[in-house]
Nanobody, 124 residues
Framework: EVQLQASGGGLVQTGGSLRLSCAAS????????IGWFRQAPGKAREGVSA????????FYADSVKGRFTISSDNAKNMVYLQMNSLKSEDTAVYFC?????????????????WGQGTLVTVSS
């Protein structure tokens, strides 16, 4: 019933921008947190950003602060990740996911539903 669909990935050059979208359905998101995660080849999945739908509180990994911006369109059940000043180190499969836990919003283990990933490739 609960579905999360990530989209918007692609191939960009270093310094370029992409906007990822997460479409949520099957639940009321008002009391949930939606997070973005990524997994690069040979590396563990890591939290990138998250947003608390009820109060708009946002969270960012240190590696993306100042470059990425998370936002939501609650009427459309959409969450976006605007990715600017992209680096080769940002290359990864990006996932969106849902949790009710705000304190550990960037921890993959607290998320109970995950969407399929969208690939972001940043070339030199």
């Amino acid at each position: 019933e609960v579905q999360l669909q990530a989209s918007g990935g692609g191939l960009v050059q270093t310094g370029g921008s992409l906007r990822l979208s997460c479409a949520a359905s099957g639940f009321t998101s008002d009391d949930y947190v939606i997070g973005w995660f990524r997994q690069a080849p040979g590396k563990a999945r890591e939290g990138v950003s998250a947003i608390s739908i009820s109060d708009g509180r946002t969270f960012y990994a240190d590696s993306v602060k100042g470059r990425f911006t998370i936002s939501s369109d609650n009427a459309k059940n959409m969450v976006y990740l605007q990715m600017n000043s992209l680096k080769s180190e940002d290359t990864a499969v990006y996932f969106c996911a849902r949790t009710k836990w705000v304190v550990e919003a960037l921890s993959p283990g607290v998320y109970d539903y995950w969407g399929q990933g969208t690939l972001v490739t940043v070339s030199s």
